[in-house]
Every structure is written in structure tokens, then in C-alpha cells.
């Protein structure tokens, strides 16, 4: 044992020096715009291609609850074309010049993003700044685009397997917080919402002073600068309030627990524990926790659960948001085998690491994974453009970017002990038993 440990300490030293390497200081130009947009540029020659993308600081938990699902719609709305570029032709247009595209929403921000070869920069800045200046927002396309979500909702969600356990555990966990729907929002409020709802919404969160510009890879900076002016520069500065959450979810709580019927086979196991906001030590404390649970062939839901035959499978997944969130345990039954049993085996496992310093092996394990993880993104323009936005959209602070090694380099045995203590009791989490239709007495 004490050779092994000398070997994979090598390794781990290995590793970290690798990562080290990997992460010379990031150098970038970052500038706001007289209107507010936020510009950051980052230049990365090693190929012919850029990344342009803008974050918007809007997301499911800026809604109005009555009102929700507004963010995730518009990601849908921002492809129908502006006033300059025809319905349906946005996409046609990136692909026609050799790109590619798309965008995402969480409960936090709205991402977009266009991966382009080097010589069609101009191209996605002018296609960006058409959606934030004049997107085209009329009855045509919200009426498609309202009968698109509902059916993406259909489809995700009510038809598919399993498909309602986030929606169910955050209707559960949070009793104020806007984190209690999920982005997809609920259909009778984008079935019902107006047209003047929508424009609104557009109005307040899609301008400039609520953005980053974010452009990685193959340019020339003086004329990127030039361009983004150009396109960019005489959009209006939004002046509408926007909507901030500032309520904090009741830490007190105690366990909440419910079955749920559902069309499947297998009956699942899902819990969720209140959790910290990302950027926090104790959130990188428990994605070591969350590795060294289910991350590898040697976790230990692996070795002790599934190789052992005691469940299908097990998950240990931390979700770190801007806000305190939620950190998930996951579990799928044997054909057969029933979720209390299933509960209590995944329970033994966590109430070790709560008792039990992790050992080193599994420690350096976690950590060195966790920093190659972080090299490879460092190597990608398209991970990096993502890192830049995120670390200027929750802080401020595009510097992060260079400060991301630090977060695990400087944890313990010690800190992930104690956020098990913290976070992994049973009295901050919520359980829900999904079960087949047929077993409903």
C-alpha cells in the first residue's frame, strides 16, 4: 500500500505540474462599451477559427412567477431573424459561411454563441448585434415559437420517463426562491403570455448594459475592436429595472420526502441537498465529495453499489449555481430490488464521508482529476469564451479565469469532511421515490 501511494503521489505531482504548465496566465483585453456592454477578447491562434458569444444576466430565476419560462422562450425567439435578416434565415446564414451555433439557458443566465472560421468575424458580430438591437419579436414568431416550447415540454418533460423529478424536488426544496420552477417554466404562461409581455421582457434584459461579449481564438484585436463598435456601439443602453432575486431560501429545514407514479420500469431514487453557491470553498469541497462518491471506476458508489450488484446505478452530480442550489444522489434499482433498501446502501456511503475522512489516495485522486478537467477546458475556444462570460456574469471578475487551480489546489480532507457535514445530512435534503404506475395501490 505504501508503494501505491508513493506511485500515484508521483503521478499526482505529474499531473499538477502538467496542469501548471497548461495554465500560463491567460492574456485578455477587456473593455465596456459607452452603452455598458462588457467586451472581453482573447486571442488564441492555434487554428482558423473564433468563438463569439454573449451572455445575457438573465435566467429562469429572474421571472416574474406568474410568468414563467420567459428566459428558455427566448432562447427559442432570438433564432426566428431581426429586421434585416429574414425568418428562418439566421441559421442558414452561420452554417452557409462554414459555422455553427446555438445557446443555452439556466436558471441564472442565457448563453449564445457562434463558433465561425477566423475570416467571418464581422459576420456573427453583425448577426449578434441584429438579435440584441431589433430582433424580430411579431405574432408570427411567437405564435411558432409558443407551439415549439409546449411541445419541447411535452416531449422533456410530461412524456418522457422520469422526466418531471428536477421540476418535482425544486417545487419541494425551495419555498421562496426562484429556483423553484425550472427554465422551462409552465406552459399555460407561455401559452397565455402577450405580446406586449414578451416585448417587455426583450426590452428590459436583451441590451447591452446586461451582456458580455466574449471573443476567443483566431483575430486581429484593433479590428475586432473596430467591428464590435461599429454593430454594437449605437445600441441604446437599456433603462428598464431589472428584476434581481434577493430572497434567501429558510437554511432550517428538515426532510422532505414523496412518491411519485410515474410511466417507467425501473423504480428510481432521487435526492437533492441544499448546497452552496458556486465560487464558494465549500461548493469545490463537494464536487471532490461528488467525484470521489461516483467520479471513476474506483468511486466508491462503483466498488461498494453497482459492482456489488446492490443497483443498476449511482450518481452523485453537484449543481452549483449562483445561488445557493441543490447537489443531487442518484439511483436506479435492480429489476426487482425496491428503493428502500437502495436508500440505505447509498446512505451508508455517505455517511462515511460525513464521519470518515476521505483517504489520501481518493483525495489526490479527486484533486488531480478535477485540475485535468480544468486543463482541458483551458486548451478549448470555445470552453474558454463559456469560462470568460460566466466568470464576469456571477463575479465580476473575468480574472478568475487564471485563478480556477487555486480552487482545488488549496482544499483538504479536512474541508470536503466537513461540507459532507454540512450539506450531506438527511435533514437538508429532499427524497423522491419514482415508482412504476402498476405499484400504485
Request: glycine share 6%; with cysteine; net charge negative.
Amino acid at each position: 500500500m505504501k508503494r501505491r501511494l508513493v506511485l500515484l503521489s508521483f503521478a499526482f505531482l505529474c499531473s499538477a505540474v502538467a496542469i501548471g504548465q497548461t495554465q500560463e496566465k491567460i492574456k485578455y483585453t477587456e473593455y465596456d462599451l459607452d452603452n455598458g456592454l462588457h467586451v472581453i477578447l482573447h486571442q488564441d491562434h492555434s487554428s482558423p477559427n473564433v468563438m463569439v458569444s454573449l451572455m445575457y444576466n438573465v435566467g429562469a430565476k429572474n421571472e416574474d412567477p406568474g410568468k414563467t419560462g420567459f428566459a428558455h422562450f427566448f432562447e427559442h425567439l432570438m433564432f426566428e431573424g431581426s429586421e434585416n435578416i429574414g425568418r428562418g434565415e439566421y441559421m442558414k446564414i452561420i452554417q452557409a459561411n462554414g459555422g455553427n451555433l446555438n445557446a443555452n439557458t439556466s436558471q441564472d443566465r442565457t448563453y449564445y454563441f457562434e463558433m465561425m472560421p477566423a475570416n467571418q468575424l464581422e459576420l456573427a458580430l453583425w448577426m449578434e448585434s441584429e438579435r440584441m438591437l431589433h430582433a424580430k419579436i411579431d405574432t408570427i414568431g411567437v405564435n411558432t415559437q409558443k407551439g415549439v416550447v409546449i411541445e419541447e415540454r411535452k416531449q422533456s418533460y410530461d412524456n418522457r420517463p422520469y422526466g418531471t423529478w428536477r421540476e418535482k424536488i425544486g417545487e419541494l426544496a425551495f419555498t421562496v426562491h426562484p429556483y423553484r420552477w425550472q427554465t422551462i417554466g409552465d406552459p399555460e404562461h407561455i401559452r397565455n403570455a402577450t405580446f406586449d409581455d414578451i416585448n417587455n421582457f426583450y426590452k428590459t434584459y436583451y441590451v447591452p448594459n446586461n451582456a458580455v461579449l466574449v471573443i476567443v481564438g483566431d483575430f486581429k484585436e484593433g479590428l475586432a475592436k473596430e467591428w464590435i463598435q461599429k454593430y454594437f456601439g449605437d445600441i441604446p443602453k437599456g433603462t428598464r429595472p431589472m428584476f434581481r432575486p434577493t430572497v434567501v431560501e429558510p437554511t432550517d429545514k428538515t426532510e422532505v420526502r414523496e412518491v411519485v407514479y410515474d410511466k417507467i420500469q425501473m423504480p428510481a431514487l432521487f435526492m437533492a441537498y441544499h448546497s452552496p453557491a458556486m465560487g464558494t470553498k465549500d461548493s469545490y469541497a463537494l464536487e471532490g465529495l461528488c467525484y470521489i462518491l461516483h467520479g471513476g471506476n474506483s468511486s466508491r458508489f462503483k466498488t461498494n453499489i453497482t459492482d456489488k450488484g446492490l443497483a443498476l446505478e449511482a450518481l452523485a452530480v453537484p449543481m452549483a449555481m449562483e445561488h445557493p442550489s441543490l447537489a443531487f444522489v442518484i439511483g436506479f434499482a435492480n429489476a426487482g430490488g425496491n428503493l428502500e433498501d437502495l436508500e440505505k446502501v447509498i446512505d451508508t456511503e455517505i455517511d462515511k464521508v460525513i464521519n470518515n475522512l476521505v483517504t489520501e489516495e481518493e483525495f489526490q485522486m479527486a484533486m488531480a482529476a478535477k485540475e485535468t478537467q480544468l486543463a482541458n477546458k483551458l486548451i478549448s475556444i470555445s470552453d474558454k469564451a463559456e469560462m470568460f462570460a460566466d466568470n464576469y456574469t456571477y463575479f465580476k471578475d473575468a480574472s478568475r479565469i487564471n485563478k480556477q487551480l487555486e480552487n482545488y489546489s488549496t482544499l483538504t480532507r479536512e474541508d470536503l469532511r466537513n461540507a459532507a457535514k454540512k450539506y450531506l445530512n438527511k435533514n437538508n435534503r429532499v427524497v423522491l421515490y419514482y415508482l412504476p404506475e402498476s405499484m400504485k395501490k
